[in-house]
C-alpha cells in the first residue's frame, strides 16, 4: 500500500464517510476509479490530487507522503513536525524517525484539541 492509498483510506474514515460520498464529492464517474486510489492500484493525475487535497482539507505534499503536516497554514520552511520542534535525529534509524514524526503528530493533534476545547468552553461561559 502507498502512503497516498493509506492517507486517503485514514482520511475518508476519519470523516465517516464512504468511498461513494467521496466519489460524489469528487464528481467521478464510477466507484472503482476512487476504490482503486485507496487500494493503491491506482493512481489519481495531479488535478485529483489537488481536489483531493481541497476535499479532506490537507496539502498535496500530505497526501503524497513527501510531509507529515497535514495542515496548509504552516510556511514550507516549517513544514516537517521534527524542524518545527528543532529535533535532533541524527544516529536515528529511518523507523525510528517515522515513528518519532507520527508521535509528534500525534502530539500535535492532541494539544490543538485541547486548546480549541479550551477556547470553545471560555465562549460558553
Given at each position: 500500500m502507498s502512503k497516498l492509498s493509506e492517507r486517503?483510506?485514514?482520511?475518508?474514515?476519519?470523516?465517516?464517510?464512504s468511498k461513494t460520498l467521496v466519489v460524489k464529492k469528487l464528481g467521478l464517474k464510477n466507484l472503482g476509479t476512487y476504490a482503486n486510489y485507496e487500494y493503491g492500484t491506482r493512481e489519481p493525475d495531479m488535478d485529483t490530487i489537488v481536489k483531493l487535497a481541497q476535499l479532506y482539507d490537507v496539502t498535496?505534499?500530505?497526501?503524497?507522503?513527501?510531509s507529515n503536516n497535514k495542515n496548509t497554514m504552516f510556511p514550507p520552511?516549517?513544514?516537517d513536525i521534527l524542524t518545527m520542534y528543532k529535533i535532533?535525529?541524527?544516529g536515528l534509524t529511518e523507523d525510528e524517525i517515522s515513528d518519532m514524526r507520527?508521535?509528534?503528530?500525534?502530539y500535535n493533534d492532541f494539544m490543538t484539541k485541547r486548546l480549541q476545547e479550551k477556547i470553545a468552553?471560555?465562549?460558553?461561559?
Open positions: 486517503l483510506t485514514h482520511l475518508r474514515e476519519s470523516k465517516g464517510w498535496t505534499d500530505y497526501l503524497l507522503g513527501k520552511e516549517s513544514d535532533d535525529t541524527r507520527e508521535e509528534l503528530e500525534e468552553k471560555k465562549k460558553r461561559k
